[in-house]
């Protein structure tokens, strides 16, 4: 796919918006709630890794950072808890 919009860029000099929404098409959707999860699960691992804390804890560090966050954060990491 990249090629070809490398192709086409090089020799059309039409608009590139079909081959962008091609593009687009082919990757997934990441909600906002996975990625949040995905961050979350990054900074205990290297929390984790980096301190060398007992899962207490983590556990104790984890609920205080989840409270100094946004309620739209808080409530994105609730339900990326409950779908995984």
């Known amino acids: 796919m990249m090629l070809s919009v490398?192709?086409?860029?090089?020799?059309?000099?039409?608009?590139?918006?079909?081959?962008?929404?091609?593009l687009m098409d082919e990757l997934d959707d990441i909600t906002f709630s996975q990625s949040m999860q995905i961050i979350m699960n990054a900074?205990?691992?290297?929390?984790?890794?980096?301190?060398?804390?007992?899962?207490?804890?983590?556990?104790?560090?984890?609920?205080?950072?989840?409270?100094?966050?946004?309620?739209y954060m808080q409530e994105a990491l609730k339900y990326g808890q409950s779908a995984a």
Not at 8 to 15: A, V
Not at 49 to 69: D, G, P, V, W
């Open 43 to 71: 900074l205990m691992d290297s929390v984790m890794e980096y301190f060398h804390i007992t899962e207490q804890e983590l556990e104790k560090f984890t609920a205080s950072f989840i409270q100094r966050l946004p309620k």
């Open 6 to 22: 490398a192709q086409r860029r090089n020799t059309d000099d039409k608009t590139l918006c079909e081959l962008f929404f091609c």
